[in-house]
């Protein structure tokens, strides 16, 4: 659906443009500005909130374009435990969370921009 597009392929080089925003996180970082949440939950949730955004906008998915887009966002949180792994357990850091709404946000945008080009072609 998604993680098999040009888009999502950017997404990710986009991240991987960004990758310095996660390096030595700890260390450069106050104490007060950390999170107790960790990168990994940071990323859950924010991903979990587009979705469900996306599966609300959208009434008219059957239950099997639902269940595609739940095994799409698991492959992309494996890409990002992959691609994340040295820092997957770190407090997140306001900067890390910033740019995680806005990567979970492409994604989103990402869903929406398929399920329309799939819509226009039924």
């Known amino acids: 659906m998604v993680t098999d597009t040009d888009g999502y392929i950017q997404i990710i080089e986009y991240l991987a443009e960004h990758l310095s925003i996660f390096e030595n996180s700890i260390t450069n970082e106050p ?3 950390l999170s107790a949440n960790t990168v990994m939950a940071v990323i859950e949730v924010e991903l979990s909130e587009q979705i469900i955004t996306v599966c609300s906008q959208n009434e008219n998915l059957t239950f099997n374009q639902r269940n595609a887009i739940i095994r799409e966002v698991d492959a992309i949180v494996y890409d ?3 691609i994340l792994s040295s820092v997957i357990n770190n407090p997140v ?3 890390q969370k910033t740019f995680i709404k806005e990567f979970a946000s492409l994604i989103k945008n990402l869903f929406d921009s ?3 080009s799939q819509q226009t072609i039924s």
Do not use: D, F, K, M
């Open 93 to 95: 850091s306001a900067e």
């Open 31 to 33: 104490v007060s500005t």
């Open 114 to 116: 398929v399920i329309h």
């Open 80 to 82: 990002l435990e992959e």
